[in-house]
Protein backbone atom coordinates (compact mmCIF):
# COMPACT_ATOMS: atom_id res chain seq x y z
CA UNK A 1 0.00 0.00 0.00
CA UNK A 2 1.65 3.72 -1.12
CA UNK A 3 1.72 6.30 1.49
CA UNK A 4 -0.83 8.34 0.06
CA UNK A 5 -3.60 5.08 0.22
CA UNK A 6 -2.53 4.81 4.07
CA UNK A 7 -3.69 8.42 4.50
CA UNK A 8 -6.71 8.23 2.62
CA UNK A 9 -6.46 11.48 0.65
CA UNK A 10 -6.73 9.12 -2.95
CA UNK A 11 -10.49 8.19 -3.36
CA UNK A 12 -12.41 6.58 -6.46
CA UNK A 13 -15.24 8.58 -6.55
CA UNK A 14 -18.81 8.48 -8.79
CA UNK A 15 -19.44 10.46 -11.50
CA UNK A 16 -21.19 13.59 -10.98
CA UNK A 17 -23.50 16.01 -13.09
CA UNK A 18 -24.74 19.53 -11.65
CA UNK A 19 -26.55 21.82 -13.04
CA UNK A 20 -26.57 25.59 -13.02
CA UNK A 21 -28.89 26.34 -10.60
CA UNK A 22 -27.00 24.39 -7.66
CA UNK A 23 -24.09 26.16 -8.58
CA UNK A 24 -25.78 29.75 -7.67
CA UNK A 25 -26.92 28.21 -4.78
CA UNK A 26 -22.98 27.39 -3.58
CA UNK A 27 -21.20 30.85 -1.98
CA UNK A 28 -18.40 30.77 -0.73
CA UNK A 29 -17.26 33.90 1.31
CA UNK A 30 -13.51 34.78 0.61
CA UNK A 31 -11.24 35.79 3.79
CA UNK A 32 -9.18 39.43 3.68
CA UNK A 33 -6.60 37.85 6.04
CA UNK A 34 -3.25 37.52 4.35
CA UNK A 35 -1.30 34.08 4.31
CA UNK A 36 -0.04 34.99 7.86
CA UNK A 37 -3.36 35.30 9.22
CA UNK A 38 -4.55 31.87 7.55
CA UNK A 39 -1.63 29.80 8.72
CA UNK A 40 -1.87 30.91 11.86
CA UNK A 41 -5.85 30.25 12.30
CA UNK A 42 -5.87 26.78 10.58
CA UNK A 43 -2.86 25.99 12.21
CA UNK A 44 -3.08 27.25 16.16
CA UNK A 45 -3.90 24.10 18.63
CA UNK A 46 -3.98 21.39 15.73
CA UNK A 47 -0.87 19.24 14.49
CA UNK A 48 -1.25 18.82 10.73
CA UNK A 49 -1.01 15.76 8.65
CA UNK A 50 0.40 16.34 5.27
CA UNK A 51 -0.46 13.76 2.39
CA UNK A 52 2.17 13.34 -0.46
CA UNK A 53 -1.21 14.64 -3.07
CA UNK A 54 -0.33 18.71 -1.34
CA UNK A 55 -3.89 17.97 0.59
CA UNK A 56 -3.68 18.86 4.31
CA UNK A 57 -5.95 17.65 7.38
CA UNK A 58 -6.20 18.42 11.17
CA UNK A 59 -6.47 16.26 14.08
CA UNK A 60 -8.86 16.66 16.71
CA UNK A 61 -8.18 17.25 20.90
CA UNK A 62 -8.13 13.31 21.74
CA UNK A 63 -6.37 12.41 18.16
CA UNK A 64 -3.45 14.80 19.47
CA UNK A 65 -3.20 13.09 22.96
CA UNK A 66 -2.68 10.11 20.89
CA UNK A 67 -0.38 11.49 18.69
CA UNK A 68 1.91 13.30 21.70
CA UNK A 69 2.31 9.30 22.77
CA UNK A 70 3.17 7.94 19.63
CA UNK A 71 5.80 5.74 19.58
CA UNK A 72 7.30 7.21 16.23
CA UNK A 73 8.15 9.43 18.27
CA UNK A 74 9.50 8.54 21.34
CA UNK A 75 11.18 5.18 20.30
CA UNK A 76 14.09 4.87 17.80
CA UNK A 77 13.52 3.04 14.69
CA UNK A 78 14.68 0.37 12.59
CA UNK A 79 16.29 2.87 10.36
CA UNK A 80 17.93 4.80 12.94
CA UNK A 81 19.70 1.46 14.16
CA UNK A 82 20.26 -0.24 10.97
CA UNK A 83 23.28 -0.01 8.40
CA UNK A 84 21.50 1.36 5.04
CA UNK A 85 22.01 -0.03 1.94
CA UNK A 86 24.86 0.64 -0.39
CA UNK A 87 25.08 2.66 -3.35
CA UNK A 88 25.33 -0.23 -5.73
CA UNK A 89 21.90 -1.52 -4.38
CA UNK A 90 20.51 1.03 -6.92
CA UNK A 91 22.84 2.30 -9.91
CA UNK A 92 20.04 3.97 -11.37
CA UNK A 93 18.15 5.70 -8.73
CA UNK A 94 14.34 4.33 -8.87
CA UNK A 95 11.33 5.95 -6.46
CA UNK A 96 10.39 4.89 -2.49
CA UNK A 97 8.69 1.92 -2.81
CA UNK A 98 5.84 4.00 -0.46
CA UNK A 99 4.93 5.92 -3.88
CA UNK A 100 4.75 3.13 -6.12
CA UNK A 101 1.44 4.19 -6.46
CA UNK A 102 2.33 7.16 -8.21
CA UNK A 103 2.21 6.01 -12.22
CA UNK A 104 0.88 6.53 -15.35
CA UNK A 105 -2.55 4.57 -15.96
CA UNK A 106 -4.19 3.57 -18.69
CA UNK A 107 -7.75 4.02 -18.84
CA UNK A 108 -10.43 1.15 -18.97
CA UNK A 109 -12.71 3.17 -21.00
CA UNK A 110 -10.67 4.03 -23.45
CA UNK A 111 -10.75 1.09 -26.31
CA UNK A 112 -6.95 -0.38 -27.51
CA UNK A 113 -6.32 -1.10 -30.81
CA UNK A 114 -3.04 -3.88 -31.29
CA UNK A 115 -0.33 -2.04 -29.62
CA UNK A 116 -2.41 1.44 -29.94
CA UNK A 117 -2.38 3.03 -26.33
CA UNK A 118 -2.80 5.99 -23.97
CA UNK A 119 -1.00 6.76 -20.56
CA UNK A 120 -1.57 9.43 -18.18
CA UNK A 121 0.53 11.43 -15.92
CA UNK A 122 -0.74 11.46 -11.98
CA UNK A 123 -1.04 15.41 -12.22
CA UNK A 124 -2.46 15.23 -9.05
CA UNK A 125 0.78 14.08 -7.13
CA UNK A 126 3.34 16.24 -8.97
CA UNK A 127 4.50 19.27 -7.49
CA UNK A 128 6.71 22.16 -9.90
CA UNK A 129 5.82 22.58 -13.25
CA UNK A 130 8.28 19.48 -14.38
CA UNK A 131 7.33 16.01 -15.27
CA UNK A 132 9.49 13.01 -14.13
CA UNK A 133 10.87 11.51 -17.35
CA UNK A 134 8.76 8.40 -16.10
CA UNK A 135 5.82 9.70 -15.43
CA UNK A 136 5.26 11.67 -18.82
CA UNK A 137 2.50 10.28 -20.74
CA UNK A 138 2.36 7.92 -23.67
CA UNK A 139 0.26 8.31 -27.14
CA UNK A 140 1.35 5.42 -28.76
CA UNK A 141 0.02 4.44 -32.52
CA UNK A 142 1.72 0.94 -32.91
CA UNK A 143 3.34 0.79 -29.62
CA UNK A 144 6.71 1.61 -28.45
CA UNK A 145 10.05 0.71 -30.00
CA UNK A 146 13.78 0.64 -28.27
CA UNK A 147 15.86 1.41 -31.26
CA UNK A 148 19.50 1.09 -31.85
CA UNK A 149 20.67 4.33 -31.98
CA UNK A 150 23.66 3.19 -34.01
CA UNK A 151 21.00 1.98 -36.66
CA UNK A 152 19.08 5.07 -36.25
CA UNK A 153 19.25 7.78 -38.98
CA UNK A 154 17.42 11.11 -40.05
CA UNK A 155 17.06 12.34 -43.82
CA UNK A 156 16.39 15.55 -44.86
CA UNK A 157 14.94 15.54 -48.62
CA UNK A 158 12.62 17.67 -50.50
CA UNK A 159 13.03 21.38 -51.83
CA UNK A 160 16.65 21.37 -50.43
CA UNK A 161 20.34 21.78 -51.91
CA UNK A 162 21.69 19.21 -50.31
CA UNK A 163 19.97 15.82 -49.21
CA UNK A 164 21.38 14.78 -45.95
CA UNK A 165 21.16 12.12 -43.79
CA UNK A 166 22.42 12.11 -40.43
CA UNK A 167 23.50 9.65 -38.02
CA UNK A 168 23.27 10.31 -34.26
CA UNK A 169 26.46 10.77 -33.75
CA UNK A 170 26.78 13.69 -36.64
CA UNK A 171 23.53 15.32 -34.65
CA UNK A 172 25.10 15.84 -31.06
CA UNK A 173 28.29 17.06 -32.20
CA UNK A 174 25.88 20.12 -33.92
CA UNK A 175 25.58 23.38 -31.51
CA UNK A 176 22.37 22.05 -29.12
CA UNK A 177 19.62 24.08 -26.85
CA UNK A 178 17.97 22.71 -23.99
CA UNK A 179 14.43 24.48 -23.07
CA UNK A 180 11.54 23.97 -21.19
CA UNK A 181 7.89 22.88 -22.68
CA UNK A 182 5.11 21.25 -22.64
CA UNK A 183 3.75 18.44 -24.99
CA UNK A 184 -0.19 18.09 -25.00
CA UNK A 185 -1.81 15.40 -26.74
CA UNK A 186 -5.08 17.13 -28.89
CA UNK A 187 -7.50 14.73 -27.59
CA UNK A 188 -6.49 15.92 -23.80
CA UNK A 189 -10.14 16.25 -22.03
CA UNK A 190 -11.89 14.87 -25.16
CA UNK A 191 -14.18 12.96 -22.61
CA UNK A 192 -15.54 15.63 -21.26
CA UNK A 193 -16.94 17.12 -24.57
CA UNK A 194 -19.35 14.05 -24.23
CA UNK A 195 -20.21 14.39 -21.02
CA UNK A 196 -18.47 11.86 -19.73
CA UNK A 197 -17.11 12.54 -15.82
CA UNK A 198 -13.99 10.46 -15.23
CA UNK A 199 -13.33 10.59 -11.96
CA UNK A 200 -10.18 12.10 -11.72
CA UNK A 201 -7.57 14.89 -12.93
CA UNK A 202 -5.00 11.80 -14.14
CA UNK A 203 -7.93 11.08 -16.98
CA UNK A 204 -9.43 14.87 -17.62
CA UNK A 205 -5.75 15.87 -18.49
CA UNK A 206 -3.28 13.69 -17.64
CA UNK A 207 -2.42 14.09 -21.65
CA UNK A 208 -0.07 16.63 -20.49
CA UNK A 209 3.39 16.99 -19.42
CA UNK A 210 6.32 19.33 -19.32
CA UNK A 211 9.66 18.92 -19.88
CA UNK A 212 13.31 20.12 -20.05
CA UNK A 213 14.29 19.15 -23.90
CA UNK A 214 17.59 19.10 -25.76
CA UNK A 215 18.45 19.07 -29.13
CA UNK A 216 19.34 20.99 -32.02
CA UNK A 217 17.24 23.51 -33.54
CA UNK A 218 15.41 22.06 -36.83
CA UNK A 219 16.39 26.07 -37.89
CA UNK A 220 19.78 24.75 -37.73
CA UNK A 221 19.48 21.88 -39.80
CA UNK A 222 17.57 23.28 -42.72
CA UNK A 223 20.02 25.77 -42.77
CA UNK A 224 22.66 23.54 -43.38
CA UNK A 225 20.42 21.43 -46.09
CA UNK A 226 19.63 24.60 -47.99
CA UNK A 227 16.24 24.78 -47.73
CA UNK A 228 14.52 26.46 -50.45
CA UNK A 229 12.40 29.26 -48.03
CA UNK A 230 10.62 30.71 -51.39
CA UNK A 231 8.71 27.26 -52.48
CA UNK A 232 9.21 25.44 -49.23
CA UNK A 233 5.91 26.51 -47.19
CA UNK A 234 5.45 23.10 -45.31
CA UNK A 235 7.88 20.43 -43.41
CA UNK A 236 6.44 16.35 -43.16
CA UNK A 237 7.89 14.91 -40.12
CA UNK A 238 7.88 11.01 -40.29
CA UNK A 239 8.38 8.64 -37.32
CA UNK A 240 9.57 5.61 -37.64
CA UNK A 241 7.39 3.23 -36.26
CA UNK A 242 5.23 0.96 -37.06
CA UNK A 243 2.44 3.47 -38.03
CA UNK A 244 4.53 5.40 -40.11
CA UNK A 245 2.97 8.82 -38.17
CA UNK A 246 3.52 11.81 -40.46
CA UNK A 247 2.45 15.20 -39.70
CA UNK A 248 2.77 18.59 -41.31
CA UNK A 249 4.41 21.01 -40.07
CA UNK A 250 4.23 24.94 -41.62
CA UNK A 251 7.67 26.05 -42.27
CA UNK A 252 7.23 29.40 -40.54
CA UNK A 253 7.01 26.69 -37.30
CA UNK A 254 9.96 24.93 -38.27
CA UNK A 255 11.99 28.38 -38.25
CA UNK A 256 10.80 29.12 -34.82
CA UNK A 257 11.38 27.09 -32.17
CA UNK A 258 11.02 23.33 -33.59
CA UNK A 259 13.82 21.44 -31.95
CA UNK A 260 15.12 18.06 -33.15
CA UNK A 261 15.43 16.35 -29.96
CA UNK A 262 17.30 13.51 -28.02
CA UNK A 263 17.84 14.57 -24.44
CA UNK A 264 14.97 14.74 -22.08
CA UNK A 265 14.89 16.10 -18.32
CA UNK A 266 19.11 16.23 -18.33
CA UNK A 267 19.50 11.98 -20.08
CA UNK A 268 19.01 10.60 -23.05
CA UNK A 269 14.64 10.08 -24.32
CA UNK A 270 13.09 6.94 -22.82
CA UNK A 271 11.94 4.67 -25.33
CA UNK A 272 8.59 5.94 -25.06
CA UNK A 273 8.90 9.27 -25.52
CA UNK A 274 10.63 8.49 -29.12
CA UNK A 275 14.13 7.20 -27.75
CA UNK A 276 16.75 8.13 -29.19
CA UNK A 277 15.49 10.99 -32.00
CA UNK A 278 12.06 12.84 -31.57
CA UNK A 279 10.59 15.71 -32.72
CA UNK A 280 9.18 18.71 -30.13
CA UNK A 281 6.97 21.64 -32.13
CA UNK A 282 6.43 23.63 -28.89
CA UNK A 283 2.64 25.04 -28.08
CA UNK A 284 1.07 22.35 -30.94
CA UNK A 285 -1.15 19.50 -30.27
CA UNK A 286 1.45 16.65 -29.27
CA UNK A 287 0.41 14.79 -32.32
CA UNK A 288 3.02 16.73 -33.85
CA UNK A 289 5.49 16.50 -31.84
CA UNK A 290 7.01 13.30 -34.30
CA UNK A 291 8.88 10.29 -32.34
CA UNK A 292 11.08 7.85 -33.58
CA UNK A 293 12.25 10.60 -35.93
CA UNK A 294 13.57 9.17 -39.15
CA UNK A 295 12.94 11.56 -41.96
CA UNK A 296 12.01 15.51 -42.76
CA UNK A 297 10.66 16.32 -46.00
CA UNK A 298 10.50 20.42 -47.19
CA UNK A 299 7.52 20.58 -49.86
CA UNK A 300 5.02 23.45 -51.60
CA UNK A 301 2.36 22.21 -49.83
CA UNK A 302 0.49 20.11 -47.19
CA UNK A 303 1.08 16.82 -47.22
CA UNK A 304 -2.79 15.38 -46.04
CA UNK A 305 -1.46 12.27 -44.55
CA UNK A 306 -3.68 9.59 -43.29
CA UNK A 307 -3.44 11.51 -39.45
CA UNK A 308 -4.61 14.43 -40.79
CA UNK A 309 -7.19 13.60 -42.93
CA UNK A 310 -8.74 10.87 -40.95
CA UNK A 311 -7.93 11.74 -37.26
CA UNK A 312 -7.07 15.15 -35.42
CA UNK A 313 -9.71 16.82 -36.67
CA UNK A 314 -12.63 18.62 -36.07
CA UNK A 315 -16.25 18.09 -36.67
CA UNK A 316 -18.09 21.61 -35.58
CA UNK A 317 -21.82 22.15 -35.48
CA UNK A 318 -22.54 22.94 -39.34
CA UNK A 319 -20.93 19.73 -40.62
CA UNK A 320 -17.86 21.09 -41.84
CA UNK A 321 -14.53 19.79 -40.24
CA UNK A 322 -11.69 21.95 -38.70
CA UNK A 323 -8.51 20.19 -40.29
CA UNK A 324 -4.74 21.12 -38.87
CA UNK A 325 -5.94 22.78 -35.85
CA UNK A 326 -2.56 22.51 -34.48
CA UNK A 327 -2.66 25.00 -31.43
CA UNK A 328 -3.34 23.93 -27.73
CA UNK A 329 -5.37 27.11 -26.43
CA UNK A 330 -4.96 28.61 -23.05
CA UNK A 331 -5.83 26.25 -20.81
CA UNK A 332 -5.45 25.28 -17.05
CA UNK A 333 -6.50 23.12 -14.39
CA UNK A 334 -6.78 22.32 -10.53
CA UNK A 335 -4.86 19.56 -9.66
CA UNK A 336 -5.23 19.70 -5.57
CA UNK A 337 -7.90 19.58 -4.49
CA UNK A 338 -8.90 17.46 -7.30
CA UNK A 339 -11.33 14.65 -8.28
CA UNK A 340 -10.71 11.34 -6.11
CA UNK A 341 -9.76 13.29 -3.54
CA UNK A 342 -10.57 13.89 0.05
CA UNK A 343 -10.22 16.92 2.45
CA UNK A 344 -10.08 15.64 5.79
CA UNK A 345 -11.60 18.03 7.61
CA UNK A 346 -12.45 22.08 7.22
CA UNK A 347 -9.53 24.48 7.36
CA UNK A 348 -6.30 25.55 5.51
CA UNK A 349 -5.83 23.94 2.14
CA UNK A 350 -3.36 25.59 -0.82
CA UNK A 351 -5.33 25.27 -4.12
CA UNK A 352 -2.51 24.67 -6.62
CA UNK A 353 -2.88 23.65 -10.17
CA UNK A 354 -1.23 24.31 -13.90
CA UNK A 355 -1.82 26.55 -16.95
CA UNK A 356 -0.30 26.48 -20.17
CA UNK A 357 -0.59 28.48 -23.60
CA UNK A 358 0.37 27.31 -27.07
CA UNK A 359 0.51 30.99 -27.95
CA UNK A 360 3.21 32.34 -25.67
CA UNK A 361 3.34 33.01 -21.83
CA UNK A 362 0.82 32.61 -18.76
CA UNK A 363 -0.30 35.85 -17.35
CA UNK A 364 -2.46 35.45 -14.72
CA UNK A 365 -4.58 33.05 -13.44
CA UNK A 366 -8.09 33.41 -11.77
CA UNK A 367 -9.36 30.73 -9.25
CA UNK A 368 -13.38 30.79 -8.18
CA UNK A 369 -14.71 29.18 -5.31
CA UNK A 370 -18.44 29.24 -5.91
CA UNK A 371 -18.76 27.69 -9.36
CA UNK A 372 -17.66 30.77 -11.51
CA UNK A 373 -19.62 33.71 -9.56
CA UNK A 374 -16.85 35.34 -8.36
CA UNK A 375 -12.77 35.22 -8.91
CA UNK A 376 -9.74 35.93 -6.89
CA UNK A 377 -6.11 36.17 -8.70
CA UNK A 378 -3.80 32.92 -8.10
CA UNK A 379 0.10 32.86 -7.26
CA UNK A 380 1.87 32.05 -10.28
CA UNK A 381 5.03 30.49 -9.24
CA UNK A 382 7.98 31.13 -11.63
CA UNK A 383 9.90 30.58 -13.44
CA UNK A 384 7.03 31.49 -16.28
CA UNK A 385 8.21 30.00 -19.50
CA UNK A 386 7.17 30.72 -23.34
CA UNK A 387 5.16 27.50 -24.12
CA UNK A 388 5.57 26.18 -20.81
CA UNK A 389 3.33 24.85 -17.82
CA UNK A 390 2.87 27.58 -15.04
CA UNK A 391 2.18 26.38 -11.17
CA UNK A 392 -0.33 28.46 -9.90
CA UNK A 393 -1.10 28.67 -5.57
CA UNK A 394 -3.85 29.91 -3.76
CA UNK A 395 -5.18 30.02 -0.01
CA UNK A 396 -8.77 28.82 0.65
CA UNK A 397 -10.26 28.89 4.44
CA UNK A 398 -12.79 25.55 3.74
CA UNK A 399 -15.42 26.23 5.72
CA UNK A 400 -17.15 22.57 5.10
CA UNK A 401 -19.50 23.95 2.85
CA UNK A 402 -20.52 23.02 -0.95
CA UNK A 403 -17.82 24.61 -2.88
CA UNK A 404 -17.06 24.38 -6.44
CA UNK A 405 -13.43 25.21 -7.59
CA UNK A 406 -12.81 26.53 -11.10
CA UNK A 407 -9.35 28.00 -12.36
CA UNK A 408 -9.54 30.18 -15.80
CA UNK A 409 -5.94 31.11 -17.50
CA UNK A 410 -5.39 33.90 -19.32
CA UNK A 411 -2.34 34.10 -21.47
CA UNK A 412 0.15 36.72 -23.40
CA UNK A 413 -2.51 37.50 -26.21
CA UNK A 414 -4.80 38.04 -24.05
CA UNK A 415 -6.98 35.08 -24.64
CA UNK A 416 -9.21 33.90 -21.84
CA UNK A 417 -10.03 30.62 -21.52
CA UNK A 418 -13.83 29.54 -21.98
CA UNK A 419 -16.39 27.97 -20.09
CA UNK A 420 -17.34 25.10 -21.69
CA UNK A 421 -20.99 26.59 -22.59
CA UNK A 422 -19.05 28.89 -24.46
CA UNK A 423 -16.93 26.41 -26.13
CA UNK A 424 -19.95 24.31 -27.36
CA UNK A 425 -21.98 27.41 -28.26
CA UNK A 426 -18.94 27.45 -30.91
CA UNK A 427 -17.66 24.15 -31.93
CA UNK A 428 -20.94 21.90 -30.97
CA UNK A 429 -20.92 18.36 -28.83
CA UNK A 430 -19.46 15.95 -31.65
CA UNK A 431 -15.83 16.68 -31.06
CA UNK A 432 -13.17 15.17 -29.52
CA UNK A 433 -9.96 17.45 -29.61
CA UNK A 434 -8.72 20.45 -28.27
CA UNK A 435 -11.12 20.89 -25.59
CA UNK A 436 -9.73 23.56 -23.16
CA UNK A 437 -12.82 24.62 -21.08
CA UNK A 438 -12.83 25.50 -17.63
CA UNK A 439 -13.04 22.45 -15.52
CA UNK A 440 -15.35 22.17 -11.78
CA UNK A 441 -14.55 20.28 -8.94
CA UNK A 442 -17.15 19.45 -6.64
CA UNK A 443 -16.32 19.66 -2.81
CA UNK A 444 -19.22 18.01 -0.85
CA UNK A 445 -20.16 18.62 2.55
CA UNK A 446 -17.93 15.64 3.46
CA UNK A 447 -14.98 16.39 1.90
CA UNK A 448 -15.10 14.04 -1.38
CA UNK A 449 -14.00 15.95 -4.15
CA UNK A 450 -15.69 14.97 -7.90
CA UNK A 451 -15.87 16.09 -11.26
CA UNK A 452 -18.69 17.73 -12.18
CA UNK A 453 -20.21 19.03 -15.89
CA UNK A 454 -21.51 22.90 -15.64
CA UNK A 455 -23.91 23.66 -18.69
Known sequence: MSYKDQLGVIKASPENYIDQDLIMQVTQKGLNDDRRGFLRKSFT????????????????????????????????????????????????????????????????????????????????????????????????????QDIDPTKHRLMINGLVKRETIFTMADLMRLPSVSRIHFIECGANTGLEWGNVAVPSV?????????????????????????????????????????SGMTRTIAMRTALDDVMVVWGMNGEMLRPENGYPLRLVVPGVQGVSSVKWLRRLEVGDMPYATKDEAMHYIDLLPNGLHRQYTSIQECKSVITSPSGGQQLLSR????????????????????????GGQNWRPARLQGPILNKAVTRFNMDW???????????????????????????????????????????????????????????
Request: charged share 20%.
Open 45 to 144: SALGVVASSGLIGHVNADEKKVLEGDPAILEKQDWQTTLGKPVVTNPYGMPSKFEDNLQRRESPGLTRVSAASVSFTPLQALFGMITPSGLHFERHHQGW
Open 202 to 242: QYTHGMISCSEFTGVLLSTLLDMCGADLKKGKFVLAEGGDG
Open 347 to 370: GFYNISGLAWSGRGKIKRVDISMD
Open 397 to 455: NWDGKRSILQSRAIDETGYVQPTMRLLREVRGTRSIYHNNAIQSWLVDLNGEVSNVQTM
